[in-house]
Nanobody
């Protein structure tokens, strides 16, 4: 059974940084596509960043140049480094893998102005 557990969320001032972690079990992040999504109140869930087995990455337009997705195969963990945070980055951030379709429980990120 696949489990994804996010951590690292919190309250930060605009311009600050946070690093989210997604610890996986039941799968190997080195051979799976992994992604970070976010959902703000009243809005649809949106893709933030994804990383593929070959190491290529993809980012949502609103976070390009500020966020970086990476993985540590030895720790079986995917990270999302978030810099230059803005109030509009406030959301619940979820870790996801499409095969099998699995979501983590989410971690709250709040950016104050």
């Amino acid at each position: 059974q696949v489990h994804l557990v996010e951590s690292g969320g919190g309250l930060v001032q605009a311009g600050g940084s946070l690093r989210l972690s997604c610890a996986a079990s039941g799968i190997s992040v080195s051979i799976k596509a992994m992604g970070w999504y976010r959902q703000a109140p009243g809005k649809q869930r949106e893709l933030v960043a994804s990383i593929y087995s070959i190491g290529s990455t993809n980012y949502g337009d609103s976070v390009k140049g500020r966020f970086t997705i990476s993985r540590d195969n030895a720790k079986n963990t995917v990270y999302l480094q978030m810099n230059s945070l803005k109030p509009e980055d406030t959301a619940v951030y979820y870790c996801h893998t499409p095969w099998p379709d699995t979501w983590g429980q989410g971690t709250q990120v709040t950016v104050s102005s």
